[in-house]
């Protein structure tokens, strides 16, 4: 495997390697075992919401990127502290 091919992105505090720059939301789901149900957001630094990620959005990923994701019920339900 030629390591400038790799990627490294974490999703829900797991590593992962991939030797792809770009892959649909439900394909990052599928590398983490994450049912296609629920919600995957991008972690953006800053001010700001994260970025939620649709399924079939392709998401052009970059080495050390963090994603995490919750099930649908949990979102904008108001228990976010």
Known sequence: MDPKTDIHIVIDK?????????????QLKALADIPLSNLLFRDVHGPGDDELIANDSIVHLQD?????????????????L
């Open 14 to 26: 797991r590593e992962y390697s991939v030797q792809t720059e770009d892959m649909t939301g439900a």
């Open 64 to 80: 050390g990127e963090q994603f995490y994701s919750m099930p649908p019920g949990n979102f904008g339900s108001g228990t976010e």
